[in-house]
């Protein structure tokens, strides 16, 4: 049972829970001479896990444990990558989550590359998939950023894994998708396909709604028209609605 296309899946166990499998990779941007984005190995960590922490949160499953391949040294560059990668748990309230590492040890690297995935529980009921309506309002949060663009906004105007369990909270808030480099409009696609629906869209949106998210800068959400939102941190942008 996949998610079309998404970078989860999910492996039924059992009639009562299912194993959730997010993953998300970085290459090219650290500080090493090939890098092409130059940005701290703190930062790499940092970003990569969380945007597989809010794929797997999305989906309303509970993160259990997490790997990282990191293919550079282990130290500085895995050292600050891991770091990184800890601090980004903690703040979301997985301090102590189990992890598996494992650095390249014999051969030098140019290059910075790292690839992360978490592995979560998710009770079968609860499994946000494929859960939108017809007539449910299409939001975006945040907004796509790529490259040196994240390295030049604040911090507090980036989605984070806090974002996604306010929503998950909300009665009426159904699918929850982070973006990636497809665009958003790559996005909605999918959960179009998923959800056998056709999407409708503002006649006037202010984002660019096929440009990459990168690390997921931006989620979109569907909601029921009587949601209230004002208690999210980050004003949603109303893009659209779905149809039959």
């Known amino acids: ?16 829970e299912s194993l959730v499998i997010a993953c998300d990779s970085c290459g090219g941007i650290g500080k090493k001479e090939r890098d092409v984005v130059k940005a701290s190995p703190y930062i790499v960590g940092e970003t990569t896990t969380r945007v597989a922490l809010m794929e797997l949160l999305a989906v309303n499953a509970i993160p259990k444990s997490i790997t990282l391949t990191i293919a550079s040294e282990p130290y500085p560059t895995g050292d600050e990558i891991i770091k990184g990668a800890k601090e980004e748990l903690e703040a979301s309230g997985y301090k102590n989550l189990p992890m598996a590492i494992s650095t390249e040890k014999n051969i030098p690297t140019c290059q910075t590359a790292l690839g992360i995935t978490l592995i979560g529980l998710c009770n079968n009921a609860s499994l946000r998939i494929c859960t939108s309506k017809a007539e449910d309002e299409v939001y975006c949060l945040g ?29 009426g808030i159904h699918d929850i998708i982070p973006v ?24 006037e949106v202010s984002i660019d709604m096929n440009k990459s998210a990168g690390p997921s800068t ?4 569907t909601a029921s028209k009587e949601v209230d939102l004002s208690s999210l941190r980050l004003k949603p942008l109303k893009i659209g609605k779905l149809t039959f």
């Open 1 to 16: 049972m996949s998610y079309k296309g998404r970078d989860v899946e999910v492996v039924q166990i059992n009639n009562k």
């Open 143 to 171: 907004r796509p950023l790529v490259g040196n663009e994240v390295l030049n906004v604040q911090a507090s105007e980036l989605i984070t894994p806090k974002d996604i369990k306010a929503l998950s909270s909300m009665e």
């Open 180 to 203: 990636g480099s497809k665009g958003i409009l790559g996005e909605i696609e999918l959960l179009c396909k998923s959800n056998d629906y056709t999407f409708i869209s503002e006649a």
């Open 218 to 221: 931006c989620l979109i959400f």
